[in-house]
């Protein structure tokens, strides 16, 4: 468990991110099939589709899949198909009524996603995609999840304090905080080509933003009006953060600032900057308290992971599944 990261998606966002994100892409290509779930068909070019599109988000992260790996991820991947194969035909048999306003509504979400309509029927026709089989998959991960919701995960009981309370103790090694610093700068950039005319310039001009503060100039008002950070409209408000966060000469500054602290003008790779502290947490281990609802979310999440596997091995037993 790692408490403050990502938790357990429920399947059912899994489920419509396959169908929203990857048999969209070859829905409408023909050729041969992978699977047959009750005479429904699974193509291939969604299956290479999504193992494609599963390799390319792990590269956003920095992970390579190796070529070795990719025979069990098909295999795998194949399997979650299929998984959210049955889970649609169970849905179909649900008594769920008619989604179609839910649909239209999904699809307006996304739609506003890309910032414009001529963006989103741009990102379409790169991808081959026919927005009629785009509604399709919507529609599918819109029952799946109705279905879920409905016949699954209302057998679910609540969370007890006692499940929360063990895997805290479980999992205490896992939820040391090292040192952390809030902290807010002002920043005047220096491009990598800038001559010494112009690195003095912004220098100068820096220094007598330090002057301002330092003066008692109030320094949340100075970093939004003069920052040339992204953290302008904030007051130049960085948020709490450890070390390795920050490239090592802000990392430094900051960390060797006592509360309510103004720096020195401090010169990184980005340009010249002025940092003021504005807090300071000594390491310590997260307290139950402090992750009792993270905690619960985790739980729930597992519980409807596991209630999803039991409902589609289920599903499994009374199938007609044909691996191609």
Known sequence: MNIRNT?????????????CVVSSNAASQKGSFAAKVNGAGIKTATLNAAVNNYVENQKMFGVTVKDEEKDKLKKDILNELISAELLYQASQ???????????????ENIKKGFGSDQEFQKVLKERGIEIKDLKEDIKKGIYINAYLEKDVFS????????EKKQEYEGNKDKLNVPDEVKASHVLIKVGDKAVAEEKQKAKE?????????????????????????????????????KKGDMVKPFEDAAFGLEKDQISPVVETQFGYHVIKVTDKKAAHTLTYEE?????????????????????????RKNAKIEIM
């Open 93 to 107: 048999k649900a008594g769920l009524g008619d989604m179609s306003k839910e649909v239209d509504s999904q699809l």
């Open 155 to 162: 057998k679910l009981g609540p969370v007890t304090e006692d």
């Open 291 to 315: 992750v009792s609802k993270d905690i619960e979310k985790f739980l729930l999440n597992k519980h409807k992971r596991d209630e999803i596997n039991k409902t589609t091995e289920s599903l």
């Open 7 to 19: 938790w357990f998606a429920a399947a059912a966002a899994a489920v419509l991110t396959l169908f």
């Open 205 to 241: 001009k820096i220094e007598a933003l330090r002057a301002r503060a330092m003066s008692g100039e109030d320094f949340a008002k100075l970093a939004k009006e003069n920052s040339e950070d992204a953290s302008a409209p904030n007051g130049g408000d960085l948020g709490y953060f």
